[in-house]
């Protein structure tokens, strides 16, 4: 009787064991890492969610729902590009149709804060394409169609009244240049008129010597016969 409650005992402690660390291999697998890290993530705790969806993904298995909630991670922290490379991993890895439309969708949205509207546009377009039935993309599809235009029409607002300051500035330096022109022309008129005028001063000033010298002449005397 002693020796089976003794053997009984090392079969409950073996199994016990062996729970245990059933229990903890089961705890360290990728589903339910993705799992406390959606508890963590519900209660916007996005470090601790983030930390235990990178260790599910550290296994030979990606799971998909765990690039895209990783990527959810970086998208609320504001971190869009590497949430973008996730959507994007995430939806690479999913076969379903569905998940692979809800990591594109998820990508066009970041693109969109990023104000990359074409961008995203093609990422709506592409989730459309994998579940014709996303009523989200589709919205913000046509949002995004709407806010593109807006923004074309900006630019080239912008960029007539980019061309009309040139051509204003433009004008304003020939304007600049005719004027100096002009002004210089007149110096050089200014100047012909001035040595006309030394010149015609000159002219009088010999005249006035050679009257001059001519009335120094001494007067001949009359013949005296």
Request: no cysteine; charged share 40%.
């Given at each position: 009787m002693i020796k089976l409650t003794y053997l009984y005992k090392l079969f409950l402690l073996f199994l016990i064991s062996f729970g245990i660390q059933e229990w903890a291999v089961a705890q360290n697998r990728p589903e339910s890492l993705i799992n406390k890290g959606n508890e963590f993530y519900k209660l916007k705790e996005y470090d601790k969610a983030g930390a235990l969806y990178e260790q599910a993904l550290k296994g030979k298995n990606k799971l998909p729902y765990a690039e895209h909630n990783y990527g959810n991670v970086f998208y609320r922290?504001?971190?869009l590009e590497?949430?973008?490379?996730h959507y994007d991993e995430a939806a690479r890895l999913a076969k379903d149709p569905k998940d692979k439309a809800d990591a594109i969708y998820n990508k066009g949205v970041a693109l969109t804060h990023l104000k990359q509207l074409q961008e995203a546009i093609d990422a709506y377009k592409q989730s459309l394409k994998y579940n014709p039935q996303h009523e989200q993309a589709r919205i913000n599809l046509?949002?995004?169609l709407q806010e593109k235009k807006q923004q074309d029409q900006q630019n080239q607002d912008n960029k007539d009244q980019q061309k009309q300051q040139q051509?204003?500035?433009?004008?304003?330096?020939?304007?600049?240049?005719?004027?100096?022109?002009?002004?210089?022309?007149k110096l050089n008129k200014e100047q012909v008129e001035q040595l006309l005028k030394a010149l015609e001063q000159k002219e009088k000033d010999i005249q006035q010597r050679m009257q001059n010298n001519k009335s120094a002449n001494p007067v001949k005397p009359e013949k005296d016969w």
């Open positions: 922290q504001q971190q590497e949430a973008i490379n046509q949002k995004a051509d204003e500035q433009k004008e304003q330096e020939q304007e600049k240049s005719g004027d100096q022109k002009q002004q210089k022309n």
